[in-house]
């Protein structure tokens, strides 16, 4: 089976750089993504990582250790607009199968 | 560029009626198709997938079930709904690896009474 495990909740302040954590349970790994969900609306897609190492996107970056099935999402220079829920999700690489989301982590940004 | 149509936004079923809801997809071809449900402030739980017409891939044994009479078409049912049937329900797109990203549809908050 395939589990991944996020903390619930992370806060932070306008500004600051944050970290969320994800660590992932599967058999036959086929890479590491992160999606974006403000409240009420609809997950979107923020960055996969395949390889280890880090992946920058303007203000997000994405980093993945497959020796410890482990990844974050780094966000840099917080906006009040991301304050959201965050999920990493494992699988998927080849047609024919799905993601398998984690529980999400909410991020709190305040001024 | 492509589109995914999802329909009702919301809606309120009484306990033991039947749920259809439709997602389309506009402007690309062979799409993977998903179904996905949350639960209030939960994680998405995926319930089908789709590779073609007809393929459909169950996740969750539950009084659930999904069809795709189209290519871009596909359309998660029940024959009786339950308490606990109520929640988020997203549709998704992917075209090749849906590691390469999946395209979410606006979703359906279904409240089951």
């Known amino acids: 089976g395939q589990s991944l495990e996020q903390p619930s909740e992370v806060t932070a302040v306008e500004g600051a750089i944050v970290q969320i954590n994800c660590t992932y349970q599967?058999?036959?790994?086929?890479?590491l993504s992160w999606y974006q969900q403000h409240d009420g609306g609809a997950p979107t897609f923020l960055s996969y990582?395949?390889?280890?190492g880090l992946e920058e996107t303007g203000r997000f970056s994405s980093f993945l250790s497959r020796s410890d099935s482990y990844g974050y999402l780094l966000l840099q220079e917080l906006q009040m607009k991301d304050s959201a829920s965050y999920f990493c999700?494992?699988?998927?690489?080849?047609?024919?199968?799905?993601?398998?989301f984690g529980k999400g982590t909410t991020l709190s940004v305040s001024s | 560029s492509q589109t995914i149509h999802q329909w009702p936004a919301t809606l309120v079923q009484p306990v033991g009626s039947p749920l259809s809801l439709e997602c389309t997809v506009e402007?690309?071809?062979?799409?993977?198709l998903y179904w996905y449900r949350q639960a209030a402030g939960r994680g998405l739980q995926l319930l089908f997938y789709?590779?073609?017409?007809?393929?459909i891939s169950s996740e969750v044994p539950q009084n659930l079930s999904a069809s795709r009479p189209q290519d871009r078409q596909f359309i998660l049912s029940s024959k009786k709904l339950l308490l606990s049937d109520s929640g988020f329900y997203l549709c998704?797109?992917?075209?090749?690896?849906?590691?390469?990203?999946?395209?979410f549809g606006s979703g359906t908050r279904l409240t089951v009474v």
């Open positions: 402007g690309t071809s062979n799409p993977n």
């Open positions: 599967t058999s036959g790994f086929y890479g």
């Open positions: 998704a797109w992917s075209v090749g690896a849906p590691a390469s990203g999946y395209t």
């Open positions: 990582n395949a390889l280890d």
């Open positions: 999700a494992v699988g998927g690489n080849q047609a024919g199968t799905a993601l398998i």
């Open positions: 789709s590779v073609g017409i007809g393929q």
